[in-house]
């Protein structure tokens, strides 16, 4: 099984910061890794695919990088609708997530 | 537009079966693939499995190899997910997800159910 690990586990910062989220496969993956925002009792919502693509309707604020093991979601300005915990995803091989990342108000 | 409608909350005991239906519209069923995912409390997603409603396909995790049985109903656009021999470790939102790709599968999921709660307690 391929394991996914985020970091940092829980960030805090404000509004207008760049924030950068970071995910490591235990092996390579190519570009087969997605990024998902999940607000506390909703489902989680697609941000970005194949590394990244980011998903038509997707604030452009939001972009991703990498391949291979390493991969970073960068939101360029964060706005308050933007506290929310993120995950990372491989597809690869089926399917599995990172642990996520809570971006929280500093 | 697209949706996928879950069945509601459930209380379990231990060594119980639990079954969770999941119910699409706004799209052309059996051409995309339907994935389930759990997250425990406070915890993170995890991958159960996947089928394909053309047909009925399915593909398991290994983990749960031999306690989940995903099924369809084509009449009704409904796709459903038994977990059997519960354990209190198997309390999590159960999600279902639609394949982002029409026709194959790609493993990541454009579209999410709402939830359904399964608790198992004795």
């Known amino acids: 099984d391929i394991q996914m690990t985020q970091s940092p586990s829980t960030l805090s910062a404000s509004v207008g910061d760049r924030v950068t989220i970071t995910c490591r496969a235990s092996?390579?993956?190519?570009?087969?890794l997605a990024w998902y925002q999940q607000k506390p009792g909703k489902a989680p919502k697609l941000l970005i695919y194949?590394?990244?693509s980011l998903k038509s309707g997707v604030p452009s604020r939001f972009s991703g990088s990498g391949s291979g093991t390493e991969f970073t979601l960068t939101i360029s300005s964060l706005q308050p609708d933007d506290f929310a915990t993120y995950y990372c995803?491989?597809?690869?091989?089926?399917?599995?997530f990172g642990q996520g990342t809570k971006v929280e108000i500093k | 537009q697209v949706q996928l409608v879950q069945s509601g909350a459930e209380v379990k005991k231990p060594g119980a079966s639990v079954m969770v239906s999941c119910k699409a519209s706004?799209?052309?069923?059996?051409?995309?693939?339907i994935h389930w995912v759990r997250q425990a409390p406070g915890q993170g997603l995890e991958w159960m499995g996947m089928?394909?409603?053309?047909?009925?396909?399915?593909s398991y995790a290994q983990k749960f190899q031999g306690r989940v049985t995903m099924t369809r109903d084509t009449s009704t656009s409904t796709v459903y997910m038994e977990l059997s021999s519960l354990r209190s470790d198997d309390t999590a939102v159960y999600y279902c997800?639609?394949?982002?790709?029409?026709?194959?599968?790609?493993?990541?999921?454009?579209?999410w159910g709402q939830g359904t709660l399964v608790t198992v307690s004795s």
């Open positions: 997800a639609r394949d982002a790709r029409q026709l194959v599968e790609v493993y990541y999921f454009d579209f």
């Open positions: 706004g799209y052309s069923f059996a051409t995309y693939y």
């Open positions: 089928i394909n409603p053309n047909g009925g396909y399915t």
């Open positions: 092996q390579s993956i190519s570009s087969w």
């Open positions: 194949k590394a990244s």
């Open positions: 995803q491989q597809y690869s091989t089926h399917s599995s």
